[in-house]
């Protein structure tokens, strides 16, 4: 466990923390006007190896080699001259600290930290973190990495769960959830759809499938994982075999085929680490994918059967409702599908590069 405390003065500014891998749709923006929850669980943190958050440089002033020593291979709209390491928290665990009134930003319906830092270490003034829970923005508390220092404190951890630990704990990101606009009285304007969380781990996902296709067709396995990612792969790959296999592969799962091109993996909640099988197939591939989202495509919720059986008699139909559905095909996050492909060194290819730089006909269709 973990504490940060004031680089200024020393006063503790969170609750005692956890060290988790950084989640997938940290930076996602999601929808116009859509209040999203919180992003880390209580008594979490996780840290942002990139810069991160203003000032922010756009790509015509920057130097692609001086990009490129940064691990970004192609184009982006801004880069961030902030320093490395930010720490993300959720905000009912900081400690210490007042919000700074004038550093609003330009946000729409709450703090965007576009103007920097707009919280205090309440002892000193220090300005320490910045306060996130505009719309469509993942409610969050981002420590400056300049400002603050991190402390262990008694009450170790008990280390990383195993891959059988996780399964049993059987924790899952449900695909679908109701989502509410800014400003909705309770009660309405919920609407269900399909996860953020879902759409943002899809677009990472399908930046490495990209890169491991080779640039021909890929194969995904029918029912709910065909339905997140083959419409986007119909529609960036070319047509025809021979395609690239694509299989789901992790712990409780039986060995993958040996022939098997692609390994759709999770990757450990705690460390980010990715599942690798005891002995991989020749030449395969690794697709991460969080471990709730990887969880749900391979142990999906079971229908309800709709004829009743057992104590109830024979002819009756249950009176469950019906399980809910989206009211569009699923679309996947272009802007964490962005970031993460322009991150790959894969991209450098021509027919990648030309994916990245030509999206927006498949955003109008919807692929996005």
Known sequence: MFVFVCAGCGAELTAPLSHVALPAHAHQQYGNGIQLPVLMEPRTFAV???????????????????AAARGIYAPVYALSDGAPGAVVIAPGDTRGTVLVPEKGGGACCGLDGADGPNMACEACGLPVASRIDDCSLWQA????????????VEGADAGPLSWAELMAEGKGTPPLEPVTRWGSLPGSGHQWSWSPQWEAAAGRALAHLLAASQGRAVAVPDGLTAEVFQRALDALLPAGPPARRAVLAGPGLSAPDADADILLVPSHPQTGEPWTPATPAAGASLVPLPFGVWL?????????????????????????????????????????????????????????????????????????
């Open 296 to 368: 749900r495509l391979v142990l999906p919720e079971p229908h309800l059967p709709a004829p009743a059986s057992g104590l109830m008699p024979d002819g009756v139909l249950r009176d469950d409702p019906p399980p809910p559905r989206a009211h569009h095909l699923f679309r996947i996050d272009w802007g964490v599908f962005q970031r993460t492909l322009a991150r790959l060194p894969a991209v450098r290819s021509p027919w990648l590069r030309e994916i990245l730089e030509h999206l927006t006909p498949h955003i109008r269709a919807g692929i996005f």
């Open 48 to 66: 942002e190896p990139e810069p991160w958050g203003p000032p922010w440089r756009r790509w015509e002033e920057t130097d692609p080699d001086e």
């Open 141 to 152: 508390v981002w420590l400056a990495p300049d400002a603050v220092h991190c402390l262990p």
